[in-house]
């Protein structure tokens, strides 16, 4: 082992019992973490990640192999180990009835802190994390971003000389991403901090100095992300063929010999490529337009998860047993909105929203955290109902007939929200009663629902104690049982990884060209690619709606000729920011 490693761990295994067969978390891993800088820890799900934190952290036991932590053993002395590191979890425990001040107070505690140091170290805190104004405020009515910046605050208050942070931007929106990476760099460069850091978000991985691969319990490869993204140069290209929707395109292309990858990317479809040369799919296709595109870490995480074994799904053909072919249809709007609005005291949630979904077109509301965005996608699920203004889903006015179009709409929340003391064939008959099966048309869609989503090996397993990813295919599952033509997302792929989350794009997109309308609310501006039309709001209301390609065609500016994204969506909130405070 590296001996001047701040973190090491050699042979290093820990099985688990789930659903009565026993799990390799993590198989004999060797690995070391470097002091002063960042390194971070990726993987699917079910890698190992969080596992491996817990057990540098001293809150599990290997069942064999060593760690060390800041020199200690981490298993034999669990809490030097602990009284000397930052941990924190993919959930932090903040007391949500307490104030940012009294959960500051009550961790101060719990980790020994003396009184007389308090008072200087909660102002430098505060004051990194943007928090100052709002020690008064109770932690459960702070932001998504608020709260995670909260609970690095609280783990901060020791000054560790190693922090552990478990998916940490994992719900929040861009905005507060970098400003908690912001705060996170900071720490390295000022206070000489060493840092690991798990995310599913893998331009994440590239703010990394050096990335640990986890794949089935196993290191897969170590690295520095630019040098791994340069292996699969020449091998990534944006395709497209005029006068074709790219998800018909991306249909066509997904799973062909010698295409790795192909993901919808606003107006194109971005292919991984086995070899540095257009694959025969994509030559074939008449009138077809390719250009070569820089690799990005992604890809070169697909490629190397592609030739483990495990590749992104094809997209499936008739996931819904919707027939009705093509999309987006101008000429049938499913969804109206006008002048929504939603108050809640003196406070306008929601002030003004307009806009239209056709039938097939995938629609994606976005905005920073407390932007009104969740509000709006309750009322038009008929969840909430609006202080004023007009919501017509499916042809019907929400305000007069909402047990009407609910029958006709499929949701999936953002939390996992189904039952998760039943086992996953219990989940599955609940919501088919639910929504009124009964008989031989329960039982087909239950069988149909096992095989299509790979359910059956499950069955009888409690879903809590699914992996995320299946977590998400369940949710999704039991929200398309009555075959709804309208299906609302709520952040569905919150936390999954790459390869989750293309499985669930395959099936969206499926969906789509069947015909079906899907409204999706996300923080990831990657998966936001995949819409046909963004609404950004912020405060209230939208600040623009427009393709995705246009969107970033807008923030292009001197020093910015190719902006992502998420570079649009930072540069649309900023702005609102700065005009509200003039």
């Given at each position: 082992?590296?001996?001047?490693?701040?973190?090491?761990?050699?042979g290093?295994?820990?099985?688990?019992?789930?659903?009565?067969?026993?799990?390799?978390?993590?198989?004999?891993?060797?690995?070391?973490?470097?002091?002063?800088?960042?390194?971070?820890?990726?993987?699917?799900d079910?890698?190992?990640?969080?596992?491996?934190?817990?057990?540098?952290?001293?809150l599990?036991?290997?069942?064999?192999?060593?760690?060390?932590?800041l020199?200690?053993?981490?298993?034999?002395?669990?809490?030097?180990?602990?009284?000397?590191?930052?941990?924190?979890?993919?959930?932090?425990?903040?007391?949500?009835?307490?104030?940012?001040?009294?959960?500051?107070?009550?961790?101060?505690?719990?980790?020994?802190?003396?009184?007389?140091?308090?008072?200087?170290?909660?102002?430098?805190?505060m004051?990194?994390?943007?928090?100052?104004?709002?020690?008064?405020?109770?932690?459960?009515?702070?932001?998504?971003?608020?709260?995670?910046?909260?609970?690095?605050?609280?783990?901060?208050?020791?000054?560790?000389?190693?922090?552990?942070?478990?998916?940490?931007?994992?719900?929040?929106?861009?905005?507060?991403?970098?400003?908690?990476?912001?705060?996170?760099?900071?720490?390295?460069r000022?206070?000489?901090?060493?840092?690991?850091?798990?995310?599913?978000?893998?331009?994440?991985?590239?703010?990394?100095?050096?990335?640990?691969?986890?794949?089935?319990?196993?290191?897969?490869?170590?690295?520095?992300?630019?040098?791994?993204?340069?292996?699969?140069a020449?091998?990534?290209?944006?395709?497209?063929?005029?006068?074709?929707?790219?998800?018909?395109?991306?249909?066509?292309?997904?799973?062909?010999?010698?295409?790795?990858?192909?993901?919808?990317?606003?107006?194109?479809?971005?292919?991984?490529?086995?070899?540095?040369?257009?694959?025969?799919?994509?030559?074939?296709?008449?009138?077809?337009?390719?250009?070569?595109?820089?690799?990005?870490?992604e890809?070169?995480?697909?490629?190397?998860?592609?030739?483990?074994?495990?590749?992104?799904?094809?997209?499936?053909?008739?996931?819904n047993?919707i027939?009705?072919?093509?999309?987006?249809?101008?000429?049938?709007?499913?969804?109206?909105?006008?002048?929504?609005?939603?108050?809640?005291?003196?406070?306008?949630?929601?002030?003004?929203?307009?806009?239209?979904?056709?039938?097939?077109?995938?629609f994606?509301?976005?905005?920073?955290?407390?932007?009104?965005?969740?509000?709006?996608?309750?009322?038009?699920?008929?969840?909430?109902?609006?202080?004023?203004?007009?919501?017509?889903v499916?042809?019907?006015?929400?305000?007069?007939?909402?047990?009407?179009?609910?029958?006709?709409?499929?949701?999936?929340?953002?939390?996992?929200?189904?039952?998760?003391?039943?086992?996953?064939a219990q989940?599955?008959?609940?919501?088919?009663?639910?929504?009124?099966?009964?008989?031989?048309?329960r039982?087909?869609?239950?069988?149909?629902?096992?095989?299509?989503?790979?359910?059956?090996?499950?069955?009888?397993?409690?879903?809590?104690?699914?992996?995320?990813?299946?977590?998400?295919?369940?949710?999704?599952?039991c929200?398309?049982?009555?075959?709804?033509?309208?299906?609302?997302?709520?952040?569905?792929?919150?936390?999954?990884?790459?390869?989750?989350?293309?499985?669930?794009?395959?099936?969206?997109?499926?969906?789509?060209?069947?015909?079906?309308?899907?409204?999706?609310?996300?923080?990831?501006?990657?998966e936001?690619?995949?819409?046909?039309?963004?609404?950004?709001?912020?405060?209230?209301?939208?600040?623009?709606?427009?393709?995705?390609?246009a969107?970033?065609?807008?923030?292009?500016?001197?020093?910015?000729?190719?902006?992502?994204?998420?570079?649009?969506?930072?540069q649309?909130?900023e702005?609102?920011?700065?005009?509200?405070?003039?």
């Open positions: 082992m590296d001996a001047e490693a701040i973190l090491r761990a050699g290093l295994r820990k099985s688990f019992v789930s659903g009565g067969r026993r799990v390799a978390a993590l198989d004999g891993i060797d690995l070391a973490v470097r002091p002063g800088r960042v390194t971070g820890l990726i993987g699917p079910g890698a190992g990640k969080t596992t491996f934190m817990r057990l540098a952290a001293g599990l036991t290997p069942d064999g192999g060593r760690i060390e932590a020199g200690l053993d981490a298993t034999r002395q669990s809490l030097a180990v602990q009284a000397a590191l930052g941990y924190m979890p993919q959930r932090f425990g903040l007391y949500e009835d307490l104030s940012v001040q009294e959960n500051l107070d009550l961790y101060a505690d719990l980790q020994g802190v003396a009184t007389p140091l308090r008072a200087e170290r909660y102002a430098e805190l004051q990194m994390t943007g928090l100052a104004p709002f020690t008064k405020r109770l932690a459960g009515r702070l932001s998504g971003g608020m709260k995670q910046k909260l609970g690095l605050a609280c783990t901060l208050l020791r000054r560790p000389r190693l922090l552990l942070l478990d998916e940490p931007t994992v719900g929040v929106d861009p905005v507060s991403r970098r400003e908690l990476w912001a705060i996170v760099d900071r720490l390295v000022d206070e000489g901090m060493s840092v690991l850091l798990s995310t599913a978000y893998l331009d994440e991985a590239e703010r990394c100095a050096e990335v640990i691969l986890l794949h089935e319990g196993r290191v897969l490869d170590v690295g520095v992300p630019a040098a791994m993204s340069d292996r699969v020449g091998r990534i290209w944006a395709i497209t063929q005029p006068g074709r929707h790219q998800r018909a395109l991306q249909a066509d292309l997904a799973g062909q010999p010698g295409v790795v990858d192909a993901l919808v990317q606003g107006d194109h479809v971005r292919v991984v490529s086995a070899t540095p040369t257009l694959p025969p799919a994509v030559s074939a296709l008449a009138g077809v337009e390719s250009h070569p595109l820089p690799p990005r870490f890809d070169y995480f697909v490629a190397l998860l592609h030739n483990d074994g495990k590749s992104p799904a094809a997209l499936p053909t008739a996931i047993g027939t009705a072919p093509s999309v987006p249809d101008a000429e049938s709007e499913v969804i109206r909105v006008a002048g929504l609005r939603r108050r809640f005291g003196d406070f306008w949630a929601v002030d003004g929203v307009e806009f239209t979904i056709r039938r097939g077109e995938i994606g509301l976005l905005g920073a955290n407390g932007a009104g965005k969740t509000t709006t996608f309750r009322m038009l699920c008929g969840l909430l109902p609006p202080s004023a203004g007009q919501i017509q499916a042809g019907q006015d929400l305000r007069h007939a909402a047990a009407t179009a609910r029958a006709r709409l499929g949701y999936m929340s953002q939390k996992f929200s189904l039952y998760a003391n039943l086992s996953v989940n599955l008959r609940f919501f088919a009663s639910a929504y009124g099966l009964t008989g031989g048309q039982d087909e869609r239950i069988a149909w629902a096992e095989a299509e989503f790979e359910l059956s090996a499950f069955g009888v397993q409690p879903s809590g104690d699914l992996p995320l990813g299946f977590k998400q295919r369940l949710a999704m599952a929200a398309l049982m009555h075959r709804p033509d309208i299906l609302f997302l709520d952040e569905p792929t919150s936390g999954v990884d790459p390869l989750a989350r293309r499985e669930f794009w395959a099936r969206i997109n499926s969906l789509a060209r069947q015909g079906v309308t899907v409204l999706v609310t996300t923080h990831f501006m990657e936001a690619e995949y819409c046909d039309r963004l609404a950004i709001m912020a405060a209230g209301r939208i600040l623009a709606l427009d393709r995705p390609a969107l970033k065609a807008q923030a292009r500016r001197p020093g910015l000729p190719n902006p992502s994204l998420e570079d649009a969506f930072i649309l909130i702005g609102a920011t700065v005009a509200k405070a003039a």
